[in-house]
């Protein structure tokens, strides 16, 4: 299997421009999370879903980001407009959710390469 | 509500010494506990995991981590530290009773120096 599948993997905008993240989870994961990554603030989860389902998008910090999961192999974070302060590095992680204790790898999450943002 | 704390914000050891990187959790039911490294530029990478069983747990590259409830403790160890494990590692909690998510610590800088 090829991983978490991020891209782009650097993306340079202008403040006021929309902005698009695309994810493609390990085949079979059911679950499917994006986070975001600041010196300053450490590892922050936006959201995630399950089923392709949006479970709990407590962490998304404003109305200008938005996610979709369309189908069980896509994902997309959007920004729109984007502000400087949303540079960062953010990540897109799979794992499979199923009967705690009956899979193995249950709960176990992979994380993509990353999409390292810089808003001008 | 689930959280979990990683007291030192670097690490440094000398290659070949034994390794410890600290962890302490906070949660209202069992706890399902992970560690994750992060490499430059690379996105986090498994490492193990406990959620029930031997509190002793084995991983990848040699690393073990030990559960303690009752000092509410996942430190990450290593005998003998090499260069190549000098990344950034994390921490990580499930409570479960809640959902499907998991709580990250801020993360420690492990520092191996030859």
Redo the contacts between chains.
Sequence with gaps: DAG?IQSPRHEVTEMGQEVTLRCKPISGHN?L?WYRQTMMR??E?LI?F?NNVP??DSGMPEDRFSAKMPNASFSTLKIQPSEPRDSAVY?C?S?F?GL??VFKSE????????TRLTVT | AQSVAQPEDQVNVAEGNPLTVKCTYSVSGNPYLFWYVQYPNRGLQFLLKYITGDNLVKGSYGFEAEFNKSQTSFHLKKPSALVSDSALYFCAVRDSNSGYALNFGKGTSLLVTP
């Design positions: 978490v679950s999370f450490g590892l989860l995630y399950n479970i709990d990540f992680a794992s959710r705690a204790g709960y176990e999450q992979y994380f993509g390469p990353g």
